[in-house]
Each structure stands twice: as C-alpha cells, then as structure tokens.
C-alpha cells in the first residue's frame, strides 16, 4: 500500500499577464507565503508543492501531464489570486487523472480601508476569479472538493488536511489488491459483486488464491515463529484462556497469511467459514490482529467490504479512534432508548476497543472446526459512521449512517464475542428504514477516524453514487432522493 506520509499535494495559483509582470510576481510570492504558511500547519498530513502561476492553457496543460505521471502526487489544489479566464484550464481538467481541490480563499484577511484601491482590486479578487473557475469545473461536471475560507483559519486547514487523506484514499483504491480465500458465502447476495467493473470503477484488484496454498502455508510455520508473534499478543493482550495451543494456531494462521500478503503486495482479504479445507480453526484472533495491522478484511467472502476497510484505515491512519469491519446482529427496542448491537461471529478489529482486549477460546457454532482463539471486548464510544458499498447491478452505491457509539448497557457475559453499540441516527427506525430502503448490506466498515464528509468525497471522486443517514433524514425525502439517483444513472 502506498504510504500517506510520501504523498504530496501540487498547489496551483491561477492569473493571467494582463496586470503586468509586478502584480505577477506579488501573486507568486504571496502563493509562496501561503503554501509555506499550510506547510507548517500539522493538520495537513502531507506537503504541498507550490507548482506555480498559471497564465496559459499550455502551462495548466503541462502541469496536468506531470501531475499525472507523478505516483507521488495524491492531488492538485487550485487557488485563482487575480482573474484566470477559465477557457485556459480546459484543455488540462480534460486531461486531468489526479483529485481536485479548488481552495476558495484570499491572500488578505481583511479589506484595508486606505490601502485599497484598483491596483489592490486587480491583485486581490478571488472572490471574482473564483467563480470564473468555479464555473468551468461545473460545465465540465468535474469532481471537485470546494473548500472556502481564510487559509489561515484552522478550520480550512483541518478540511484541506481532511480532504488530502481523502484523495490519498483514491490513490490507495486505484492499486489496491484483495486476496481471496475461499468464495462467496453460498446463497448470500449482498456480498456478491462484479469484480470486473470494479476493477474499471475503482482500481482494486480481486483474486483468489486456493485455501490448500495458505494450509502448506500455515504448515510450513515453525515453533520459534510462532513464539514470537505470542510475544506480540502477550503483549497487546490479556491473555485469558488455558488453551494456548488455539492461540498458538491462530498465530500460526496470522504468519502464513501475512507471508502470503507481503509476497503478493496484498492490502485487503476475505475468507468464509465455509472453505476452510486443510484449515483447523477459523482465523479469529489473527484477522483481528492483521486487521489491527492495516489490513483490510470481510468474512463470508466480502471482498467488497474488505476493501473499504482497508481504504477507510489507510484514510485514518494516526487519527484517533478506529476503523473496523462490522456487521449488524440484534436490537434492544426498550421504547425511547433503542440501540444496536453489532458484532462477528469472531472477526472485530480492535482498534476500536475501549479496554484492554482479552484472548478466549470458545467453540464456534459453524463451520465445523477447533475452537478459535478471539480478541474479546467492548467499542469505544463516541460518534462514528458506518459505510457500505453495495452493487446496484452496472454501478456502485455507497450507504454512509452517522451513529454514536455508546458504552454497552449489558455486560452479556456469555457473549463470546467483541461488541459494539449504537444509536443510529436519526433515530434506530428511521434510521434502520433508510438503510434497508437503500439496500445497505449487514457487513460495513465502522470508522471513528474518517467522516462522512470524507467518505462522500471519496464516492464523488470514484465517481460511484454516495447517500448518507443524517440526523437530519426523513424516510420520506431519502426515498425520492434514491429514486432521483435511480433515474440519473440510469440516464448517465
Ligand atoms: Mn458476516
């Protein structure tokens, strides 16, 4: 996977000659001052590089060319200070491969009362120029973030930080590749897709590798490596089991995987309880620590959630909080304070843990193999959001539903599994009635590092349908927003 940190963000300034070289130059220098004032702002995960003032079509033209080529380059933000005739940025947003920001700002915070006048004017007119350039995005129905405000405020800086993980997420969708063990869980739907046109939509790569190469795999694993990935455990873990031979096989299970993953350049996988030839136990305890690693993972097959897991993760990474894959279970509808309870049937990241998690080893019910040693404990709470991508049959769908996290109202201490709840917005019926009308599977990624702002961003880049459960959604308004979907991508 490619690693947010070497990524880099190109910052364009548009103008044009017609003010005379003077203002040219106070436009480059005051780029300058601005780029190396966000540069030192570390709400910005990565840099910007001020790529220079823009005055003719060739020169944006060349620099899309560039930003193209360049695997460094995650994105471009264009700022216009004077006047920018939008018909020289045609010929380049044709061409254009990389995410686009369009940072609708000014160099000056204020209007000088005696220092302006019709040279100040010429200079600082952003708010003119911009919408000349705003018009051409929109004429050429360009994906674009639109971010507006003072460059110095943190808030713009935050959403330029933000939106930057967002185009690096594109990045990591366009090379990211899925390992499959195993197929779709038989007769299940929603988990079911056309790897084809995902492929052509997002860039992921999605291959099986046969279940009998990870058992040679997983046999070939020695005592002394299986040692120390218990060191490992021992120390992220409270160890709460006498059987430590389950442990020690899902230890087992998590280097032949890994070895697996290194050796194919692998970001995301899927496995399914049923295709487990050669295999003891389901991976519990080794997809949750892979998982805690970076990986993206889906069970039953759910390659497709596997892969936003990992792209959501690789979005998040060194933010607060977690990213997991989830699935929905049960709810307590105790009226006025109704939640959610989700869960797997093992496979929970512990990035969202609010204690300490502990290893047990528990039978499991299905697919007919050694207990399986588990990572067991509660979410932490706050707001987070859930996201799945389902296929509509010739496009995606992405369902995004802000919920909060809460502490568990019951200890279920026979539940042997890790556990998250929440209250869904905008209320659980309403809430749970938009998913359903959506077609929102019972797999998603849970994030509390990624907003939904972020993950509709995304959505729009990748070109795929995005919709979002707010605190503000009425059953009513959504059901003819899908239906408006519905027709326009039927058209387009
Ligand atoms: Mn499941």
Redesign the pocket.
């Known amino acids: 996977m490619k690693d947010l940190k070497q990524q880099t963000f190109w910052f364009i300034t548009g103008s044009q000659f017609l003010y005379g070289e003077e203002t040219l130059r106070q436009v480059a220098a005051d780029s300058q001052a601005m780029v190396d004032g966000l540069n030192d702002d570390p709400a910005l995960p990565c840099p910007l590089l001020m790529k220079g003032v823009v005055k003719t079509n060739a020169e944006f033209t060349e620099l899309a060319k560039a930003a193209n080529a360049d695997d460094r380059c995650a994105g471009i933000v264009v700022w216009c200070h004077t006047f920018s005739p939008s018909k020289m940025w045609i010929n380049g947003f044709s061409i254009l491969q990389k995410p686009y920001c369009h940072l609708h700002t000014q160099f000056n915070r204020n209007i000088p009362n005696e220092g302006i006048d019709m040279d100040f004017m010429n200079l600082n007119q952003s708010a003119h120029a911009d919408r000349e350039h705003g018009f051409i995005a929109a004429r050429m129905r360009l994906a674009r973030k639109i971010i507006v405000g003072y460059w110095e405020d943190p808030k713009v800086r935050h959403k330029l930080g933000d939106w930057m993980r967002t185009a690096y997420g594109a990045a990591v969708s366009r090379s990211l590749k899925i390992m499959r063990f195993g197929d779709n869980?038989r007769e299940v739907a929603v988990t079911e897709g056309d790897k084809v046109g995902v492929q052509i939509q997002l860039g992921w790569q999605v291959n099986t590798t046969p279940v009998g190469e990870l058992a040679e795999e997983i046999a070939k694993v020695t005592e002394a490596d299986i040692d120390a990935q218990m060191a490992v455990y021992r120390q992220a873990y409270d160890l709460a089991t006498d059987n430590l031979e389950s442990i020690r096989y899902q230890a087992r299970e998590e280097i032949a995987m890994r070895r697996l993953f290194e050796r194919d350049d692998i970001d995301a996988y899927s496995n399914t309880f049923q295709d487990l030839y050669g295999i003891r136990q389901l991976p519990g305890l080794a997809s949750q620590h892979l998982m805690a690693e970076g990986y993206g993972f889906g069970?039953?097959g759910?390659w497709k959630t596997s892969g936003m897991v990992a792209i959501v993760k690789a979005m998040g990474q060194g933010k607060p909080g977690g990213t997991i894959f989830m699935?929905d279970y049960t709810y307590d509808l105790t009226p006025g304070a109704e939640l959610e309870l989700g869960s797997?049937?093992l496979e929970v990241c512990p990035t969202i843990a609010a204690e300490r998690p502990r290893i047990e080893v528990h039978p499991l019910g299905i697919g007919d193999r050694e207990d399986p040693a588990r990572l067991v404990f509660e979410g932490r709470q706050g707001p987070a959001v859930l996201c799945t991508v389902i296929d509509m049959g010739g496009r995606l769908r992405m369902i995004l539903h802000d919920i909060q996290v809460v502490k568990p109202t019951l200890t279920m201490p026979n539940l042997p599994v890790a556990r998250v709840m929440w209250r869904p917005e905008p209320d659980l019926y309403t809430g749970c009635e938009c998913w359903i009308l959506a077609g929102g599977a019972?797999?998603s990624v849970l994030t509390q590092q990624v907003s939904a702002e972020q993950l509709s961003d995304w959505a729009n880049i990748m070109g795929i349908e995005c919709v979002h459960i707010t605190q503000d959604t009425s059953a009513e308004a959504f059901k003819k927003e899908l239906f408006w979907n519905d027709l326009a991508y039927r058209l387009s």
Do not use: I
Request: aromatic share 0%.
């Open positions: 869980m069970a039953e759910d699935e797997h049937m019972h797999h």
